[in-house]
């Protein structure tokens, strides 16, 4: 926690605002497109713009996680020379790094709701493992990222690359639904659980009992994975850094 808010307070260095500048922005983009793109979807205001103001702050809390991950371990080659640490410091540093940013952004949920009051129940209680799973499959996310980043140099600009493409592929400015017969294109993307298992339940709803499986599954099978690479390999990252 203190090495994210280390980081933080170095990349805002005199700025008066500070964090706060995305929290403008994204306020501007999500309020200002939910607004826009609900006359030409022809959408429900009080439902399509709390759905997609929760899916931008989502989204740009899970591309930022996946950006920064291949520069994990590159970005504390200093820390993994001179001191023994584990090596799952650095990817919870940039995870915790932008759950502080993601905690600035959610001001714009609560304006939103404040707005268009949702729908609280029972299935509202579903967002603490929704969070829980996220944070977890993250976590080895991250972890396999950073090592990968670190010996392939490549891998950054990759994802870069990639992003923006995902973004479209992704029910940030949609839901899974919506695409009728065709909404199994949608199981194909990894990004697709990590929003709903967050949106549905602060929207008032419940995601699919299989994404529940297929994040338990992939978090168990990802930390294993990430397990064998750190065996294996965390002896030799102060050599590719």
């Keep these: 926690m203190s090495l994210s808010w280390d980081n933080i307070k170095v990349r805002y260095a005199r700025s008066v605002i500070g964090p706060f500048w995305l929290v403008l922005a994204t306020a501007i983009s999500a309020l200002g497109l939910g607004y826009v793109w609900s006359i030409l979807f022809n959408q429900d205001k009080e439902t399509f713009i709390p759905a997609l103001c929760i ?26 020379k001179n001191t023994v640490n584990s090596v799952l410091i650095f990817p919870l540093i940039t995870i915790i790094r932008n759950l502080i940013i993601l905690g600035h952004n959610f001001s714009i949920i609560i304006i939103v709701f404040l707005i268009y009051p949702p729908k609280i129940n029972y299935n509202s209680i579903l967002i603490i493992p929704g969070i829980i799973l996220v944070i977890g499959n993250l976590i080895w996310i991250v972890g396999i990222l950073g090592f990968l980043g670190a010996r392939y140099r490549d891998l950054p600009p990759a994802i870069a690359s990639m992003i923006t493409i995902l973004f479209f592929l992704s029910p940030v400015i949609y839901k ?31 995601s699919p009992l299989f994404f529940y499986a297929v994040s338990t599954t992939a978090l168990l099978v990802g930390y294993f994975a990430m397990a064998i690479m750190i065996e294996k390999y965390r002896y030799k990252l102060p050599y590719w850094l």
């Excluded at 996680?65 to 291949?70: S, Y």
């Excluded at 194909?188 to 008032?204: A, Q, V």
């Design 55 to 80: 899916g931008l702050i989502i989204w740009q809390f899970l591309s930022s996680c996946i950006q920064e991950a291949p520069n994990c371990y590159i970005e504390n080659a200093p820390i993994i």
């Design 176 to 206: 899974p639904d919506q695409l009728g017969l065709k909404a199994y294109i949608m199981w194909l993307n990894p990004f697709t659980y990590m929003i709903s298992l967050i949106r549905d339940p602060l929207t008032g709803h419940s």
